[in-house]
């Protein structure tokens, strides 16, 4: 398959000013009819080529003279048209069996109800069209179906007429005054239930929003609801940003690709991110939810009113949502914790992609199949840009830029340089160089180190290089690389915006000047904090404290994660069990722990017995932590979790799959052995209130409590921690609390009680498909030698579907990405059975199966054996004939 380049972007030769669409919807047969008012916009435009897929073309007429549909139609499955007047009207009648889509992308079913998915090119699976971002087409589209299973008929827009037909049918028609690319097309019908509520906009106008689920489920579209009315109130505050129909549409469906799609006022979403009660999700999944609800949102903005130009622009519209959906969060839940959370995710998903072979810059140069381009690069990274945009200019000069960059492309389709220009423009700040994030792929490594200089000599160290004495200052030396990758061999110098402060011997910000400050935006964070632009390969930076200081600072760098950079500093572990406890920038406290954790991790696991191996000082850091009660339970509880073993693998040079978990087993025993009275009193303490409620004061208290029952876990042996277990597993009134008992008792527990419970679990969520995922993704993770044996055993379980994305990452996926010791077993037991299950899947969902094969993207990193273990699983799958173009494109880059 070809690949297609940025540089080959051609304005389109014709548009699509109108679209009339009808469907006559039936399981088997669906009949699409077409009427597309072509435009010229060229004067040489032919010969016409209308994307298609998959699509029988009964009838077709230019001008309403009929056409042979079998003269027009060309190997590709594209539409040809070799002659045209500069204005016409095409007409085409083609049939489509929306029952037979098992790839989940165009018109299809899922448990009865038609619904659609047309990002990024599924619109032409529906009907013949330019299937291109940058055509921008009113829509007016007719649905016809059976009254009696399809009594909800919606699409795009306004609903502007609905009537009975004969035969049991009934019709709805929709418009939508807003031209849109194909892409954000939607067309739902089915029986479904729906939740409704209003929200006026300040502007007063009053919008109906009405959430539909399949039946029996709309008590649990609550939360959903709360956070979409939510997130319509915040983009008004925080964005000036208003909504812009009198309807807004949500549907959940069971069988979905991805997490949720923003067509224009009627998204579609993943059942698994809007159903939510206390019975049946976590914590985590109603935070999740209402992101997801409030990004979708928010591209109503960012992606609907302004679009993108051509794919390699995805991150336009994603970098900059999921950018807003972060704030969003953060301005109403912890704003540290989320952006701990988010760094995290960023460091297990994106740092790992920038280093292996399927690395790409944020707007990617070239792809073969755009669906594997939803990637944590242009996602995640891509938020990262647009937060040290947000860094660099400051939130009024930010919004200043939005609002330049709305105004003057509203009803466009843009592309990420005009969005640079708009903040450059509307900020007066530089961004030139800065523009390099997005054409280099690649994490770069900051390299800080520092010494004091006395006031005399101006050079060498402070007396005794301990204390700095009055007019000395403390030199902060800064250099950045990025290293190749596997699409760019040559790199060059970013502009990194670094925040920091200099800490004094009691973790207080020092006053303090910075010399030379020519490349230096002017502080306007914490007071005694600085943000440098790190824009050559080395820098040095002079700082005056304002006052004679007993002990030379400690410089706490890249607070809040101001740049998403590897940091290579200075510090000992004595600094970061200082840190990890001092620093007053939260994001860099956590940070410090994970830092100091992965030191001690690191060495434990290169030792003969890891077991034998535990740094004791580490053992007591965590102790202070534990102990201090004064500390926010939300951060409390990130901050008790070790670095995950997949991070610990990026760290080292050839991973050590088993030194590496038994390390971690081991700390995490330790920890538990010395804290055991320390642990069992935090969970005493922190109750949260009964009955349940959801609020983050409450969430955090059971996130606090359960990271403590997560360690007490390890106490395998201890009949008294295991009694308090089941209990906590037995009288859990809400899923955050049973499924963390469950985690720890399926993964640590004795096989009584651990059988007992994952019993118990299944009989006791049978049927309900979303909460049974976690039980499956719980065994798949589980660190025990049977993991493989038990993820092959469910895959005949009825809870389990090959079909449906959620079951396959709830277990396929949560074995190979998270199972990390299980999946990387040294007999290749897991590289096997992941092969096998990504041929399978590609011939029923392309998609699915692409994504589960970037599982394998790391073989590079592994030991000899493993490497020639999936290296010959990969080359399986490339040479299963008929592979799709998407798992094709993944495995082969992987080869490469
Ligand atoms: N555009 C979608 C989203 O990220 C992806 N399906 O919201
Ligand atoms: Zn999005």
Redesign the pocket.
């Known amino acids: 398959p070809a690949a297609i380049r940025r540089a080959d972007y051609r304005p389109p030769t014709f548009t699509v000013d109108a679209i009339r669409l009808e469907f006559d919807l039936d399981p088997a047969e669906t009949i699409v009819t077409a009427e597309l008012s072509l435009r010229c916009l060229t004067e040489t435009a032919f010969p016409l080529h209308l994307d298609g897929e998959d699509l029988t073309l009964l009838e077709l007429s230019l001008d309403g003279t009929a056409l042979d549909p079998a003269q027009h139609v060309d190997g590709a499955g594209r539409l040809v048209l070799h002659e045209l007047p500069p204005r016409a009207v095409l007409r085409t009648r083609c049939r489509i069996a929306p029952e037979a889509n098992s790839r989940l992308t165009g018109l299809y079913l899922s448990n009865g109800i038609f619904c659609t998915q047309c990002e990024a090119q599924g619109f032409r699976r529906i009907t013949f069209f330019p299937d291109r971002p940058d055509v921008l087409a009113t829509y007016d589209v007719t649905v016809r179906a059976d009254a009696g299973s399809c009594p909800v008929l919606l699409s795009n827009g306004n609903c502007v007429d609905r009537q009975s037909l004969p035969d049991g049918r009934h019709m709805a028609r929709w418009q939508d005054p807003f031209p849109k690319p194909s892409y954000l097309f939607a067309l739902v019908a089915g029986r479904l239930d729906r939740l409704a509520d209003t929200f006026t906009t300040r502007s007063g106008r009053q919008v109906d929003l009405h959430l539909y689920v399949e039946p029996g489920q709309a008590a649990r579209a609550h939360c959903a609801m709360a956070a979409l009315k939510q997130s319509m109130a915040w983009d008004e505050a925080r964005f000036g940003l208003e909504y812009d129909l009198d309807i807004f549409n949500i549907v959940a469906v069971a069988d979905f690709n991805s997490g949720a799609m923003?067509n224009k006022s009627l998204n579609i979403f993943n059942a698994k991110y809007i159903l939510a009660d206390e019975a049946t999700a976590t914590d985590t999944d109603m935070e999740l939810i209402e992101g997801v609800v409030a990004?979708e949102y928010f591209?109503n903005w960012t992606g609907n009113r302004v679009t993108c130009r051509d794919w390699f622009q995805l991150s336009l519209?994603?970098g900059l949502?999921v950018f807003r959906d972060q704030e969003f969060t953060a301005d109403h839940r912890s704003r540290a914790v989320k952006r701990i959370r988010d760094v995290r995710t960023l460091r297990a998903r994106q740092f790992p992609e920038d280093a292996g072979p399927l690395s790409h810059p944020v707007r990617p140069d070239t792809y073969v199949e755009i669906n594997n381009f939803y990637t944590a690069t242009v996602y995640e990274k891509g938020a990262e840009v647009i937060r040290m945009i947000h860094t660099i200019l400051g939130e009024a000069r930010f919004q200043a830029g939005m609002r330049l960059y709305l105004g003057r492309h509203d009803g466009q389709a843009a592309t990420c340089e005009d969005f640079v220009a708009a903040m450059e423009e509307a900020s007066g700040c530089d961004l030139v160089q800065f523009r390099r994030w997005y054409s280099q792929s690649g994490t770069p490594r900051v390299t800080a180190q520092w010494h004091v200089e006395g006031p005399a000599s101006g050079a060498g160290p402070g007396a005794g290089g301990q204390a700095l004495p009055d007019g000395g200052c403390l030199v902060l030396t800064l250099s950045q690389d990025t290293p190749p990758t596997a699409d760019q061999a040559e790199k060059v110098p970013l502009d990194i915006p670094i925040r920091l402060a200099l800490l004094d011997g009691e973790g207080r910000p020092i006053a303090a000047w910075l010399e030379e400050a020519a490349d230096a935006a002017p502080d306007r964070s914490a007071p005694g904090e600085h943000l440098l632009r790190l824009t050559g390969p080395r820098q040095r930076f002079r700082f005056r404290p304002a006052e004679a200081q007993e002990h030379a600072p400690l410089p706490s760098l890249n607070c809040g994660f101001s740049a998403p950079v590897i940091l290579h500093a200075d510090y000992g572990d004595a600094d970061d069990a200082f840190l990890m406890v001092r620093d007053p920038d939260a994001v860099n406290r956590w940070e410090a722990g994970q830092r100091y954790a992965t030191r001690v991790l690191l060495r434990m696991a290169a030792a003969e017995d890891p077991a034998m191996a535990v740094d004791g000082r580490y053992v007591d850091a965590f102790g202070g932590l534990l102990r201090d009660e004064a500390m926010d339970p939300s951060f409390a509880a990130v901050a008790m979790v070790l670095p995950e073993e997949g991070y610990l693998a990026d760290q080292m040079a050839v991973v050590d799959v088993d030194g590496l978990h038994a390390a971690r087993e081991a700390m995490l025993r330790a920890i538990a052995l010395a804290h055991r009275n320390v642990l069992l009193g935090m969970h005493a303490r922190l109750q949260p209130a009964r009955p349940y409620r959801a609020d983050a004061d409450q969430a955090a208290l059971r996130a606090q409590r359960n990271a403590a029952l997560a360690l007490l876990g390890l106490l395998t042996e201890d009949a008294e921690v295991q009694r308090l277990v089941m209990a906590h597993y037995r009288d859990a009134d809400n899923m955050t609390d049973r499924l963390a008992a469950l985690t720890v008792l399926a993964h640590h527990g004795q096989e009584a009680a651990r059988n007992l419970a994952l019993a118990d679990f299944e009989e006791r969520y049978r049927g309900e498909a979303l909460v049974l995922d976690k039980w499956l993704a719980v065994q798949a993770q589980a660190p025990r030698r049977d993991a493989l044996a038990t993820v092959r055993r469910l895959l005949d379980h009825p809870a389990f579907r090959l079909s449906n994305p959620n079951r396959v990452y709830a277990l396929i996926g949560a074995f190979a990405m998270r199972n990390q010791w299980r999946f990387h077993a040294a007999d290749g037991g897991g590289y096997a059975f992941l092969a096998e299950q990504v041929k399978k899947l590609d011939g029923l969902n392309r998609q699915v199966a692409a994504r589960m094969a970037g599982a394998f993207g790391r073989w590079q990193r592994y030991d000899g054996p493993r490497q020639n273990l999936m290296r010959a699983a990969l080359e399986s799958i490339r040479d299963m004939p008929g592979l799709s173009r998407d798992t094709f494109e993944i495995v082969n880059k992987s080869l490469e």
């Open positions: 923003e990004h591209h519209k994603e949502t």
